[in-house]
Every structure is written in structure tokens, then in C-alpha cells.
């Protein structure tokens, strides 16, 4: 039987981590148009409210169901805003690992909600679903996906060299497609070990049984 992600709700300080629902939609839609996202990323652009629909109601459950992957809603607590989005993919569950990845939205950056989500979400596979190994990819000039990685304990592992496509403005206002290197980080149970006073309730997960 292929094993799935439950549906889960995360706390921390500042920060719930859930399902994505189809009130995300406006949010998601703006978020994914940011410049930097749309450069460091593979999303489509124009992203447009069809895109985000699809994900929320589509791609996301099914990558769960499949056990492939999670995706997850990054909100403040307090005004319960879209601020990001957490992403597991190429999920192995014979050998307990995942590749994570994270996106913050423009009107949310400075605040640290990155490495505080990223933290909470490897404390979460750690500890409740026993995994062994976190895997992040980061573009070669990709800085701030690069410190946040730092930040949460991850381990450089090496380069896979001309691995990712990126994406620059060209003088006609279009995007054009340029091919940089992958730096390969890893995050083991150890490696975040003491890390979790960083957070006040970083084993604040419930279950979301009615989600889909």
C-alpha cells in the first residue's frame, strides 16, 4: 500500500501551516505573480486564478493521495494572511525521504516566516512521521532560498551542475528561460537537534479529517 501525508494543520509562534483551500485562491494567484518567484520557479506565468484553482483542488490532493507529496498554506496566526507556501515532493517512503521547498510571498519577506516554517515542517517529519533524510535545492544565485537553508541546519552536500532552469526579463518584457547550477543541501534528525526551543509549539500538529 502506497503511504500518503495526513492532512495536518502545523503551529509555531507566528505561523499555521495547513491544507490549501479555495479561499487561498486570490492570494496564491497574486504571490505566484511576484518577480522572483516567477524567476526562481517553475510555475507558470502569467499565473492566473485557473492555475491556482487546479493546484488547490487538483494537483495538491492528488500528489498527497498518491503519497508522492504535500503541499501546505503558510498563514499568520494572528491575521490568518497567506504569507507562503510549503511544498514536499519525490517523497520516498521505503527510505524516509523528501525534497522540500518553500515560497514567500512579496508582502511577507524580511520576517523570517521562511527558515520558521521550513523548521516546523522538518520537526513535523522528523518526529511524527519518522523520516531520516530532507533533501532542498536551491538555484546557484537563488541567495535567499540559500540562507534560509543555512538558517534551519541544512548540511551543502555538493552541485549538480547546469540542473535548473531559471527564468530573467528580456528587453521585450518576456520571460526567456537561462540554465544555472542546483546547490544540493540535506537536513538529517540531528542536524535540527536543540533547534525546536526555537519555536514555541512546533509539535502543535492536528488533524484536518474532513479536508478534500
Same mark, same amino acid.
Given at each position: 500500500?502506497?503511504?500518503?501525508?495526513?492532512?495536518?494543520?502545523?503551529?509555531?509562534?507566528?505561523?499555521?501551516?495547513?491544507?490549501?483551500?479555495?479561499?487561498?485562491?486570490?492570494?496564491?494567484?497574486?504571490?505566484?505573480?511576484d518577480e522572483q518567484i516567477a524567476a526562481w520557479t517553475d510555475v507558470p506565468q502569467p499565473f492566473t486564478e485557473e492555475g491556482a484553482r487546479g493546484w488547490i483542488t487538483e494537483y495538491a490532493p492528488t500528489e498527497r493521495e498518491a503519497g508522492r507529496g504535500l503541499d501546505l498554506a503558510v498563514?499568520?496566526?494572528?491575521?490568518?494572511?497567506?504569507?507562503?507556501?510549503?511544498?514536499?515532493?519525490?517523497?520516498?517512503?521505503?527510505?524516509?525521504?523528501?525534497?522540500?521547498?518553500?515560497?514567500?510571498?512579496?508582502?511577507?519577506?524580511?520576517?523570517?516566516?521562511?527558515?520558521?516554517?521550513?523548521?516546523?515542517?522538518?520537526?513535523? *517529519?522528523?518526529?511524527?512521521?519518522?523520516?531520516?533524510?530532507? +533533501?532542498?535545492? @536551491?538555484? !546557484? &544565485?537563488?541567495?535567499? /532560498?540559500?540562507?534560509?537553508?543555512?538558517?534551519?541546519?541544512?548540511?551543502?552536500?555538493?552541485?549538480?551542475?547546469?540542473?535548473?532552469?531559471?527564468?530573467?526579463?528580456?528587453?521585450?518584457?518576456?520571460?526567456?528561460?537561462?540554465?544555472?547550477?542546483?546547490?544540493?543541501?540535506? *537536513?538529517?534528525?540531528?542536524?535540527?537537534?536543540?533547534?525546536? +526551543?526555537?519555536? @514555541?509549539? !512546533? &509539535?502543535?500538529?492536528? /488533524?484536518?479529517?474532513?479536508?478534500?
Amino acid at each position: 500500500m502506497t503511504s500518503t501525508f495526513p492532512n495536518i494543520s502545523i503551529s509555531t509562534e507566528r505561523l499555521v501551516l495547513r491544507p490549501l483551500d479555495e479561499d487561498d485562491i486570490p492570494a496564491l494567484t497574486e504571490m505566484m505573480n511576484d518577480e522572483q518567484i516567477a524567476a526562481w520557479t517553475d510555475v507558470p506565468q502569467p499565473f492566473t486564478e485557473e492555475g491556482a484553482r487546479g493546484w488547490i483542488t487538483e494537483y495538491a490532493p492528488t500528489e498527497r493521495e498518491a503519497g508522492r507529496g504535500l503541499d501546505l498554506a503558510v498563514t499568520e496566526f494572528l491575521t490568518q494572511r497567506l504569507v507562503g507556501i510549503v511544498q514536499l515532493t519525490k517523497t520516498n517512503w521505503h527510505i524516509r525521504a523528501t525534497e522540500l521547498s518553500y515560497i514567500i510571498a512579496p508582502w511577507a519577506r524580511g520576517e523570517g516566516y521562511a527558515s520558521e516554517a521550513a523548521l516546523a515542517t522538518a520537526q513535523w *517529519l522528523f518526529t511524527d512521521q519518522k523520516f531520516e533524510r530532507i +533533501e532542498l535545492r @536551491t538555484a !546557484a &544565485d537563488n541567495t535567499a /532560498s540559500q540562507q534560509v537553508a543555512q538558517k534551519i541546519g541544512c548540511i551543502s552536500e555538493g552541485v549538480l551542475r547546469n540542473a535548473c532552469i531559471a527564468r530573467v526579463r528580456t528587453e521585450d518584457d518576456t520571460w526567456a528561460e537561462v540554465r544555472t547550477d542546483f546547490i544540493v543541501w540535506s *537536513l538529517l534528525p540531528e542536524d535540527i537537534e536543540g533547534s525546536g +526551543e526555537q519555536l @514555541t509549539d !512546533a &509539535d502543535g500538529f492536528t /488533524s484536518y479529517g474532513d479536508w478534500n
